[in-house]
DNA sequence: TATTAGATTGAGAACGTTCTCAAGAATAAA
DNA sequence: TTTATTCTTGAGAACGTTCTCAATCTAATA
C-alpha cells in the first residue's frame, strides 16, 4: 500500500502484473489470464483486472515474457546496407510483415565484412532472437571456419536466406530466379542484334554467378562465343566501381556494343561514366541493368525488376512456418522477375540497321 | 549429471550460466564475475571458468540480463519509412554507432502514420528498449492527445527527436540549420536573378516550414513580394506528388523561373514532369532541391546537401548521455549544411542575360 | 440433501541472469 | 602463535512474467 502510494506520486514509474493483482483484488495468475486470454476467468474479475490494467495503464513486460514463454517477439534482418535500395526495400517488406504479427525486427549491417557478420550472428543468439532472415556475406569461394558454422548451422534460431545462397550450409533460400531472367535479358539483347556485350558484376556472389550462368548459356544458345574479357568483377566495397569498369570496358572493347550491369548499386556510377564521355543511350551504346530505381525511370534504362516487397514477404511467412515447425524440409524459392523495357537498349550502332 | 550429457548429445542446445559453473566446479556467482568482469576471482577459478565457457561455447541470455538489469542494449529508430534516402542514411549512421557501444537497433517504421507511431511507442516501452530516436509523424497543426502524452514524455525511457520537431513537447532535437541554409539557398537564386521561384514542400513538416522562414526572409530582405500562391503543398503520402505539383506549378506560373524542391522525395518526379515537358535545366527552367541522391549529380542538380551522417552521430551520441543522465538539460543542436552548386540554376530565361 | 462435474482461483516454481551478504581462506602484521 | 586485513567464494533473493497444480466454489444432477 505504501509503497503503491509513493508510485503513484511518479507518474512515470511502471507497474508490473502484481500491482495490477493488488488493485483489481485478484492474484497475477488472474491477471495473467486475463492478460493472455486463456484460461477461464469470471466476468466479474475480468472486468476488475481490465478495470486496473487501464487505470494503471499498465504494459506486460516483454522481457520477463521473453524469458519465461523463450519467445522474444522478435526477428533480426543481416544484411549487407540498409543503404542498399534492394535491402531497404526488403527490410520495409519485413518489417511491414512482422508488425502485422506483433514482432519486432532488429537490423543488423554487416557492411559486407565477414567479421561483422559473425558477430552479429553472435549477438542474435545470446539475444534469443525468434528467427533471422540473412543475406550473408560469405561469398562463392570462401568457407566458413568451422568453429563458426554452428552460428548458421544451428537448430536453435530458424534461419532462412535471401538473396545470396551459402554453399554447404542447408537453409531454406528465397531469391529472385536470376538464371533465367538473366538467360532471357540477354537474349533480348542478342536480338537486338549486339553480340559484343559486356557485363560488370560482383563476381563473388552467388546471385551473380546465376546471372552469368544465364548470359553464358544464352549466348551460346545463339552460337556466339563467350569472351570472358568481356566480363568485369566490381569488388562489393569499391566506390564507383560501375565507372572504373565502364571505363575499362568501353577502353578495352571498342567493338563492344551494350553493356549489361548485373548489380543495383553499380548502374548509377556506369552512367555517370557515360556522361563524362557524353554518350547516350541506345544511341552510343545499349544499356540493361539489374533492379528498378527512379534514375531507371528517369534515364529511360531497361531493367530487369526484382519482386523485392514479394521477396520480403515469403522470408517473413516462410521464417514463421521454420518457427512453427523447425523440422519442416528445407527447400528453395524462386520469385519470378520482370523485364521492363524502355528505350536504353537499341541496334547496335555498327550494325546496318543502326545509328 | 544426466541431464548435461543428454544436452552434449544434442549439440545446438544452449547453455547456461549454471552448466558453466558445474563444469568449471565453482558457483555461477563466481562465472558471473568472471563473464562480467567485476569484483576479485582467483586466477585458477578464472582460468577454469574461461574453460568451461569455451568447451561449452557459452554465450550469456540478454534477456535475462535484461530483466535483472534493467537494460536491454537497445535502442529504437522510429521514422516514416526506412525507404526514404534521409532516414536510411540516418538509421545506417545510428547503428554504426550503436554497434560501437555493443548496442542493438530495433527499427520502426511508421508509414508517416500517427497510429502506427504510437503503437511502436507502445511496443518499445513494453521491451524495456533503453532509448529512442525518433522522426515524428506528429505534424505542426497536430495535438497529441492526451491520453498519449505520456508516450512522449515519459521520463523512463530517453529519447530525442531528429529532424522534426513536436510542439509543446520538450525534447532534445538535432536537425539540420533549416532556416538559415533555406535563406542562403534562396540568396543564391535571388543572386542570378531570379524573382518568381516556386517552392515544393510537405508544409505540415516543421522542418519544412524552417526551410519556408528561410526562403521568405531572404525574398523580403530582397524586397521581393512573397506570392503564397507560388508555394505548394505535397501530402507526404501522395504518391509523384512531385510531378503532380510542379506541373500545375508550370501551368500557373508562367513567370516562374526556378523551383526550388524543399522535400528529398519530390525531386525525383519533379525531373519526371520536366522530362515530360522536355524542359532542360538550367535553360528552360533553374532548379534547386534539398538533400544529395545520385541522381543530383547524374542530373547536375544544385542541392543542399544535409550531413546525415553527422546527425546520426549526434543523435547517438546524446542519446547515451541521456541514458547516462536523464537530467541533463534539453537542448537543440543544428547541424550545418552545403550548398553544392552544379548547374541547375542559371540566370532566368527572360531576363537580358538569359537564354 | 448428497454427489458430481465443471468453472474459477491463488500459491508458488521456473525462466537465466545479477548482486548482496556473510562466511571461509589466505595472507600480513604483531 | 594469535590477530587483523584482504581475497575469494557460494547461497540465495530478486527481476516480472507464465503456467502447473491443487483447492475452492458453483451449479446441476440424483
Not at 86 to 112: F, G, P, Q, S, W
Not at 186 to 192: A, F, G
Not at 217 to 236: K, N, R, T
Not at 271 to 291: F, G, N, V, Y
Request: hydrophobic share 35%.
Amino acid at each position: 500500500m505504501f509503497e503503491r502510494e509513493s508510485r503513484m506520486e511518479n507518474g512515470n514509474q511502471t507497474y508490473t502484473i502484481d500491482d495490477v493483482a493488488k488493485l483489481a483484488g485478484v492474484s497475477k495468475a488472474t491477471v495473467g489470464r486475463v492478460i493472455g486470454n486463456y484460461g477461464s476467468v469470471s466476468e466479474k474479475s475480468r472486468k476488475k483486472v481490465l478495470e486496473a490494467v487501464a487505470q494503471l495503464d499498465y504494459v506486460p513486460n516483454t522481457i520477463a515474457q521473453g524469458l519465461r514463454s523463450h519467445s522474444t517477439k522478435t526477428i533480426a534482418v543481416v544484411l549487407g546496407s540498409i543503404k542498399n535500395d534492394y535491402c531497404n526495400a526488403l527490410v520495409y517488406a519485413i518489417e511491414k510483415e512482422a508488425m502485422k504479427r506483433d514482432y519486432n525486427v532488429l537490423i543488423c549491417n554487416t557492411h559486407e565484412n565477414l567479421d561483422k557478420e559473425i558477430k552479429h550472428l553472435q549477438t542474435i543468439r545470446s539475444r534469443q532472437v525468434d528467427g533471422v532472415i540473412l543475406i550473408s556475406v560469405y561469398t562463392v569461394g570462401k568457407v566458413i571456419p568451422d568453429r563458426y558454422r554452428h552460428l548458421y548451422e544451428s537448430q536453435n534460431i530458424p534461419m532462412i536466406f535471401v538473396d545470396r545462397n551459402i554453399i554447404g550450409i542447408k537453409k531454406d533460400l528465397i531469391q529472385s530466379n536470376n538464371e533465367q531472367a538473366s538467360y532471357e535479358a540477354t537474349k533480348y539483347l542478342i536480338s537486338l542484334g549486339h553480340r559484343r556485350i559486356g557485363v560488370i558484376g560482383t563476381v563473388a556472389y552467388s546471385t551473380v554467378q546465376e546471372r552469368l550462368k544465364g548470359y553464358r548459356s544464352a549466348l551460346q544458345e545463339a552460337g556466339i562465343p563467350v569472351d570472358s574479357s568481356l566480363i568485369v568483377d566490381a569488388e562489393y566495397s569499391e566506390n564507383r566501381a560501375g565507372q572504373r569498369l565502364a571505363a575499362k570496358l568501353l577502353d578495352e572493347h571498342p567493338d563492344m556494343t551494350a553493356m549489361y550491369v548485373l548489380n543495383n548499386t553499380l548502374c548509377g556510377s556506369v552512367l555517370l561514366e557515360l556522361k563524362k564521355r557524353d554518350m547516350k543511350t541506345p544511341d552510343d551504346i545499349s544499356l540493361l541493368t539489374w533492379d528498378d530505381d527512379e534514375i531507371n525511370e528517369l534515364f529511360d534504362i531497361t531493367t530487369v525488376v526484382q519482386r523485392v516487397d514479394e521477396i520480403g514477404k515469403r522470408a517473413v511467412n516462410r521464417l514463421f512456418e521454420l518457427m512453427e515447425n523447425p523440422q519442416s524440409p528445407i527447400y528453395t524459392q524462386q520469385v519470378s522477375t520482370q523485364l521492363v523495357i524502355r528505350k536504353s537498349c537499341g541496334t547496335p550502332r555498327n550494325e546496318p540497321g543502326g545509328g
